[in-house]
């Protein structure tokens, strides 16, 4: 009567498909697939969130800079009133070549130089926006296939508690494909926002790099 009692109970048990549940059911590959794609997902959203507020940042303080270029009677005055401490693109790239005229009044070949100082100031400020989103990338490629690694583990998972019981009723697979599906799922759940987000932070990083060499051009041609 007692083994009846307990195979009851671990049926009951069994058919709880609570995520808590599922997880703490899995064995330890499966556990630590489903932990790292929580993990690389959590550390998605925080990289989203930061590039987002990020782009916001630089579009609204480079337009107000590029409003200040436009309007200011020459660049020396500008160059004296912008802050050296400033995290806008747009106003490092504008002090880089500032400084270089301020040093070299008299270098021949003055726009030719000027061009290749701002373009690696351009090139140094687009690996700062643009540092994060390989991050984005890998994760949107990797990380369905890890979970379909996941899925793939607790399905021969389920074919061994068949061949072990010698019962192919669903209450012996159902918790095995439970876990199955669960890291399909998170590999998703992963995937599914960071490409989105990957997409959406490529195409702003390009309209941005536009901006500032057509910025770049616009202050070669005062020059």
């Not at 400084?99 to 701002?118: A, C, G, H, I, P």
């Not at 990380?143 to 669903?170: D, E, K, Y």
């Not at 095995?176 to 599914?192: K, N, Q, S």
């Not at 195409?203 to 901006?211: D, E, F, G, L």
Request: net charge positive; proline share 3%.
């Amino acid at each position: 009567m007692e083994p009846q009692v307990g195979a009851a109970a671990s049926a009951i048990a069994a058919t709880d498909f609570s995520l808590w549940s599922l997880f703490l059911r899995a064995d330890i590959i499966v556990k630590s697939v489903i932990l790292i794609l929580i993990l690389c997902s959590v550390y998605s959203w925080a990289i989203i969130f930061e590039k987002y507020k990020h782009f916001k940042l630089i579009n609204e303080t480079s337009d107000q800079f590029e409003k200040n270029f436009l309007n200011s009677s020459s660049i020396k005055e500008l160059f004296g009133k912008v802050s050296k401490t400033s995290p806008d693109p747009m106003t490092t790239v504008f002090r880089s070549g500032a400084t270089f005229l301020v040093e070299n009044k008299s270098t021949s070949q003055l726009s030719e130089k000027l061009k290749r100082v701002m373009d690696v100031a351009i090139e140094k400020e687009i690996e700062k926006y643009e540092s994060k989103l390989n991050f984005l990338a890998t994760v949107g490629s990797v990380a369905p296939f890890i979970g379909l690694f996941g899925t793939v583990w607790g399905i021969m998972n389920s074919f061994q508690s068949i061949a072990i019981s010698r019962n192919t009723s669903l209450a012996i697979v159902a918790p095995g494909i439970a876990e199955a599906l669960f890291a399909t799922a998170l590999g998703l759940l992963a995937a599914i926002p960071a490409v989105v987000a990957y997409n959406k932070f490529t195409n702003s990083s390009q309209r941005y790099t536009q901006k500032l060499e057509n910025f770049s051009q616009t202050f070669l041609s005062l020059v």
